[in-house]
T-cell receptor, first 108, second 115 residues
Framework: DAKTTQPPSMDCAEGRAANLPCNHS???????VYWYRQIHSQGPQYIIH???NNETNEMASLIITEDRKSSTLILPHATLRDTAVYYCIVRVAGKLIFGTGTRLQVFP | DVKVTQSSRYLVKRTGEKVFLECVQD?????MFWYRQDPGLGLRLIYFSYDVKMKEKGDIPEGYSVSREKKERFSLILESASTNQTSMYLC??????????????FGDGTRLSIL
């Protein structure tokens, strides 16, 4: 079973920041949090991952709370092409366990 | 950028046929994986390989086998295709260590239909 909990859906206006939350209250001290997204009919696309420090790359930022029980993926300026299902994942025994994710709809 | 290429986007085969799905990665990754994705069931790991000629069973290996003769190529074989193997098949690769923190990178998938 997935070790993460995400809201099933979110909306965001184009050009605004999209903040996608994730709860992982049972995460262990050495387990990383990974974010992927999947656009319809394509394979999952890796976005970002982190352990305990905040991370940023060209796609997004990842904010992890100090107790590591939750995190937020931030897309700073959402576009229509960011409409996808976003998965927050904590690896279990080396395996990626994809839950049901958050369906993000970006609207004009 | 990491490139994981799956040989076919769509494939239609008949029950009982032997089916080969091919995957190639260009990043010199040690690890390669095969998943299937079904509605309501998420991604399930079929097999993975951490080196040439090495393979390990995942969560649902029954009815499948794999081959890794070269580092960049990982093949999934359906020995005798059945209708319950109709699914989206996803290949992924990553740098060394099944338990390492390196992310897996996925191909675009093969949507396989068994008639």
């Amino acid at each position: 079973d997935a070790k993460t909990t995400q809201p099933p859906s979110m909306d965001c206006a184009e050009g605004r920041a999209a903040n996608l939350p994730c709860n992982h209250s049972t995460i262990s001290g050495n387990e990383y949090v990974y974010w992927y997204r999947q656009i319809h009919s394509q394979g999952p696309q890796y976005i970002i991952h982190g352990l305990k420090n905040n991370e940023t790359n060209e796609m997004a930022s990842l904010i992890i709370t100090e107790d590591r029980k939750s995190s937020t993926l931030i897309l700073p300026h959402a576009t229509l092409r960011d409409t996808a299902v976003y998965y927050c994942i904590v690896r279990v025994a080396g395996k990626l366990i994809f839950g049901t994710g958050t369906r993000l709809q970006v609207f004009p | 950028d990491v490139k994981v290429t799956q040989s076919s986007r769509y494939l239609v085969k008949r029950t009982g046929e032997k089916v080969f799905l091919e995957c190639v990665q260009d990043m010199d990754h040690e690890n390669m994986f095969w998943y299937r994705q079904d509605p309501g069931l998420g991604l399930r790991l079929i097999y993975f390989s951490y080196d040439v000629k090495m393979k390990e069973k995942g969560d649902i290996p029954e009815g499948y086998s794999v081959s890794r003769e070269k580092k960049e190529r990982f093949s999934l074989i359906l020995e005798s295709a059945s209708t319950n193997q109709t699914s989206m098949y996803l290949c992924a690769s990553s740098f060394a260590g099944f338990y390492s923190n390196q992310p897996q990178h996925f191909g675009d998938g093969t949507r396989l239909s068994i008639l």
